[in-house]
């Protein structure tokens, strides 16, 4: 049976019994806790709490297109009937740069959730959104 023993930071000496492996794990643990910025590693080399070599560069964005179709439904974008194309290059001014099928695919979705409505055009054949 392996002791040890760790004297606390109010001066309290506390002893510890058990396995080795027991009791290098508490005082692991417990040296771990008075060291927080000390830079732990996981498997294959990569710091706790990264990313690893991928996306370690890339800014994660705070927002989807989705958002972003929201505050044009907000800022009133959406007031006259507006197509695919029309959402894509209203994004593209606003430095955002999406395909038209990603936007459509948001659009439906927003379509589903209540936020717009979409009317067929017969003379354009294409769907239009609009915020009623």
Request: aromatic residues 6%.
């Amino acid at each position: 049976m392996a002791t040890g023993s760790l004297t606390l930071t109010d001066g309290t000496l506390v002893e510890i019994k058990g396995t080795e492996e027991g009791v290098a794990k508490i005082l692991a643990l417990y040296n771990a806790s008075l060291h927080p910025t000390a830079v732990t590693r996981k498997k294959r080399g990569k710091v706790a709490g990264g990313k690893g070599k991928q996306g370690a560069n890339k800014p994660q964005p705070k927002e989807g297109l989705q958002t972003r179709v929201e505050e044009l439904i907000g800022a009133g974008f959406f007031k006259q009937a507006k197509t695919p194309l029309d959402v894509v290059a209203k994004l593209l001014t606003k430095g955002f740069k999406h395909s038209r099928p990603t936007v459509s695919t948001a659009l439906i979705r927003l379509v589903k959730t209540g936020k717009l409505d979409r009317h067929w055009n017969d003379e354009t054949k294409r769907w239009n959104y609009i915020n009623l």
